[in-house]
């Protein structure tokens, strides 16, 4: 258990040796107390991270979140009725409403109408900070669960295109499932792929695409047409195929005006090859990555552990040799992710771990081997007065779980240059 904490303690900063010793120092002043029965292992790690366990007093008590979707804002009291409780507005983020902590809105009319979902605040703050306009083409490099992802797709509205990205398909295929559950699977996309190693670029107008009949939702001699949840054994065996050669992504989901229906698969990969055309003309204008992290800062999440097991917990997120390679990992999507964005573009970076080793360093490290990409200011925060911290970095921000009543969030907006 002991070694665990030690090895965490040196493993997570990047390239920061001595961070650790820093923040012990500092972590004195913070309350140590937390009304969860946090093991040592993981104190240990909160106290390497310069972390306070009082944050994971209120994770039993901190609010739900909705977003109401836009033209159904006046149901509101009549949801309230359903509910049985207050929906107060917050005043810094449209369209979204807190509501006491056991609400239980899976039941409501509302819900299984798809005009509300369950999105926490900071998660809203991420997209919103992206500056989503009609027309862009958006990726989603981590689009799982899905929550953002139909976020970005509300706020696209009749152009553009949205692709997300996965690599857990069961995951992805709840992506779908919330995507068709709200009717904002139109214009988007969704590929189990690595996000560290995509290459597919936003589908361009003038490609040649096929004609077929409209008679049935099916794929025509490979040619796709309108999206359905049927497959035959023949298209599953091309599927097979085609993943097997050369480890191409799959394609999950795609909405009629996505850019994919008249097109063969052959075809999307052919045309949407990074390798084959110039990320910096024909890239993405908007891309979030919202990286795997080890969620610290998501209280609601840290909280299930206590009904899973210390164990699992111990297993999943503390195991050193996760710890050593998340940064990595997380390093990796953000590159890739850059890599994709097309110049004068614009990228968020997220995570919602608290350390400093996931966030800031990773975007110190990132930058300093990339001089086209800089830290721009998250505008939306300033104009709306988000319930936010500085970060460490210049125009980065943290949703502390204590002061925003939100789960906690690191958020880090760039521009690329030419």
Sequence with gaps: MGEIAVESCRLLPAYHPHYCQEVQKNSTAHPQRSSLPLPKPF???????????????????????????????????????????????????????????????????????????????????????????????????????????????????????????????????????????????????????????????????????????????????????????????????RDARLQREGGKPELLFYGSSSGVVGLTKEQIFENCCMIERNCSENGYDKVLVDAECTHDGSLKHIWKYEQWGWETFERRVLDHERLASITSLQLQLLTNGFRLLKAGGTLVYSTCSLTNAQNEEVVGKFLSGHPNAELVEIEECKKSDWPCENGKLPHTVRFNPLSSSTSGLFLAKMKKWH
């Design 43 to 237: 104190l240990d790690y909160l106290e390497c991270s310069g972390i306070s366990p009082s944050i994971y007093s209120i994770a039993q008590t901190l609010p739900r979140y909705i977003r109401v979707k836009p033209g159904f804002e006046d149901k509101i009291p009549s949801l309230e009725i359903e509910l049985g409780c207050k929906l107060s507005p917050l005043s810094w983020l449209q369209g979204f409403y807190s509501l006491p902590h056991d609400a239980h809105i899976a039941s409501s009319e509302a819900y299984r109408a798809g005009k509300i979902y369950g999105i926490d605040a900071a998660s809203g703050a991420a997209v919103c900070a992206l500056g989503v306009l009609e027309g862009d083409h958006v990726l989603d490099l981590c689009a799982a669960p899905g929550a953002k992802l139909c976020m970005v797709a509300d706020q696209l509205g009749n152009s553009g295109t949205l692709t997300g990205v996965d690599i857990a398909r069961h995951r992805l295929a709840a992506c779908r499932t919330m995507l068709l559950k709200y009717g904002l699977g139109k214009y988007c996309r969704l590929f189990v792929a690595d996000g560290t190693s995509f290459t597919l670029l936003p589908s361009q107008q003038g490609l040649v695409s096929i004609e077929v009949e409209s008679t049935s939702n099916k794929v025509v001699d490979g040619v796709l047409k309108e999206w359905t949840s049927r497959r035959t054994r023949k298209e599953k065996k």
